[in-house]
């Protein structure tokens, strides 16, 4: 029985800043929007939804100090990854450096949204 993912949801401190973050930077548009506790973008085939974390957590520094998130986000770019790289780091969004591992076809670089998850920009050759 083959399956899709269709949504990714994060649960995170401050929805409408990440969702600021996530439209204004990559172009993501909002499909759904619940102000202040839940947003959807669409990424392509999948959604990245946004949920504001529950009650018991809100008191925590996590926005403050990242998330400890174990997953990362990979969008693919067809635009200059180097340019978009830099385009990010102008915004003051925190960008590691650009890399490529020997027998991929692709160069990538991760960086953080401002509540400390991880994404990566990957282009393929």
């Not at 930077?25 to 085939?45: D, K, R, S, T």
């Not at 999948?46 to 926005?63: C, D, N």
Request: include cysteine; proline fraction near 5%.
């Amino acid at each position: 029985m083959p399956i899709s993912m269709t949504r990714l949801i994060l649960y995170v401190h401050d929805v409408d800043r990440l969702q600021a973050f996530y439209h204004d930077h990559f172009g993501l548009p909002i499909i759904e929007e619940v102000a202040g506790e839940w947003a959807v973008l669409q990424a392509g085939a999948v959604e990245i939804a946004l949920h504001r974390v529950g009650e018991p957590y809100r008191r925590h520094a996590g926005a403050a100090g990242g998330s400890g998130s174990n997953a990362k986000i990979v969008f693919q770019v067809t635009q200059a990854l180097a340019a978009l790289r830099t385009r990010l780091i102008d915004a003051g969004v925190q960008m590691r450096e650009i890399k490529r591992y020997d027998g991929l076809p692709y160069q990538m670089c991760d960086g953080c949204d401002p509540e400390g998850n991880v994404f990566q920009l990957c282009q393929p050759d």
